[in-house]
């Protein structure tokens, strides 16, 4: 179903028929998430990190999607490559989490090693092999794209590349600088216990804003001004800061020194924090003096991994270290209103009583969400799970 045919859904509403979600039992169903890797996941873009966390030869990072592992490395020519992290012998995973390997990697079962262009280099006692074709069993490249300094990976299929995707929109990270960004702490990893579906559908509406996140609320104008890519899935939500400080301390101090302390960017975007969403599974949240992205993959049914990373330009004023500090810890608040509300999610959608109600026009990047679920696995189109899925 196409994109556009999601946004009209909501147009052709009369009584009674406004568009709906997913069925519950999607939510905690081994099949599906099996079916939403093979067939949602791996053909899309994932983002593994920003080109700062691989700076030199030799760095590497790992990103797990299910059961596949990838490894994205700089190479001795300062190119970054992307391989399944597996070696080709006997299937024993190379390396792990982040680091170093400046020369060559060796696997750590029986040492075939393998050379930064993932060709394979030598094999230990190697008169076992009569014969072996070295050419033939590098490690298997995987595709890599970067934008804007993010480092992309697909595991499967041809997709239109990330720049393609966002097009226009893209644009609007010039002004921050993306490229030229550093962490501003170690990427992270946590798990909910709630569907991958659950965390994903709350980060692509604001209706909830206003209720769930009265910090925000207090921040910003209700009215957050949405733009949505119909065929690439790409979105982009705008909360303007209020001019009348909020209660609060934190967010009070906040709103009184970023726009003095961000004068590298255009006026509007001192007064603004931007949310971008990317189908399936990707947020970027960009403020005046930082960004972050995070990223929200299965962990089995009903459970999930929210990983991801924090950026900003090199800045040693102690003014805007005090300044992003006050914005991590607000979006720590931020963080976990949004795990609890995922969790009463999760805990209702168990409820033998609960069918989907209506969505929203503000709910329409879910519903278009939805919309690409339900057009690579048909059978979520169904009430209740069919007896082919019989766990």
């Known amino acids: 179903m196409s994109a556009a045919l999601s946004v009209r ?20 169903h081994p099949a599906i998430t099996r079916l939403e890797l093979e067939r949602v996941l791996r053909p899309s873009w994932q983002l593994v990190c920003h080109i700062s966390n691989v700076p030199n030869a030799g760095d590497y990072l790992t990103f797990e999607l299910g059961p596949d592992s990838i490894v994205v490395l700089r190479d001795r020519e300062g190119v970054l490559r992307a391989y399944h992290n597996v070696c080709r012998h006997r299937a024993a995973r190379l390396l ?11 696997c750590p079962y029986h040492g075939w090693t393998y050379n930064l262009d993932g060709s394979l280099r030598g094999t230990p006692v190697r008169e076992s092999f009569p014969g072996l074709d070295r050419a033939q069993h590098g490690l298997i490249q995987v595709r890599l794209e970067i934008m804007a300094g993010l480092v992309f990976v697909c595991l ?9 995707l966002w097009g226009d929109m893209l644009a609007d990270f010039e002004p921050y600088q993306f490229e030229n960004m550093q962490p501003l702490f170690p990427m992270y990893t946590e798990t909910w216990d709630v569907d991958w579906k659950v965390a994903m559908d709350n980060y692509l509406e604001s209706y909830h804003v ?11 104008v209700p009215d957050y001004q949405d733009a949505l890519n119909l065929e690439s899935g790409v979105a982009r939500g705008v909360g303007w800061l209020r001019d009348q400080p909020s209660s609060q301390w934190t967010e009070r101090q906040y709103q009184s020194m970023v726009q003095r302390l961000t004068t ?23 403020y005046p003096d930082q960004m972050d992205f995070f990223q929200v993959l299965p962990y089995g049914p009903g459970k999930c991994t929210i990983r991801g990373g924090t950026y900003a330009l090199p800045d040693d004023r102690r003014e805007m ?68 899925f019989a766990r």
């Not at 206003?210 to 910003?220: N, V």
């Not at 879910?366 to 799970?385: G, N, Y």
Request: charged share 20%; aromatic share 8%; hydrophobic share 30%.
């Open 210 to 220: 206003p209720i769930g996140h009265p910090g925000l609320a207090r921040m910003m």
């Open 321 to 388: 270290r005090v300044l992003r500090y006050l914005c991590n810890r607000i979006n720590m608040g931020v963080n976990r209103e949004d795990a609890d509300l995922c969790r009463r999610v999760q805990l209702g959608l168990k409820s033998s009583v609960y069918t989907p109600g209506p969505l929203s026009k503000l709910e329409v990047c879910v519903l278009q969400f939805h919309d690409l679920i339900r057009e690579r696995i048909p059978q979520t189109l169904l009430p209740a799970a069919p007896a082919e």
């Open 156 to 164: 499967q299929g041809d997709p239109p590349s990330p720049a393609s």
């Open 96 to 106: 792990e989490q982040s680091g170093s390997c400046p020369g060559s990697i060796t």
């Open 9 to 28: 859904r909501f147009e052709e509403t009369g009584p009674d028929s406004y568009p709906r979600g997913l069925p519950p039992w999607t939510y905690d």
């Open 264 to 286: 590298h960017l255009p006026e509007p975007n001192r007064k603004c924090w931007r949310f971008y969403s990317m189908l399936p599974n990707l947020g970027i949240d960009v």
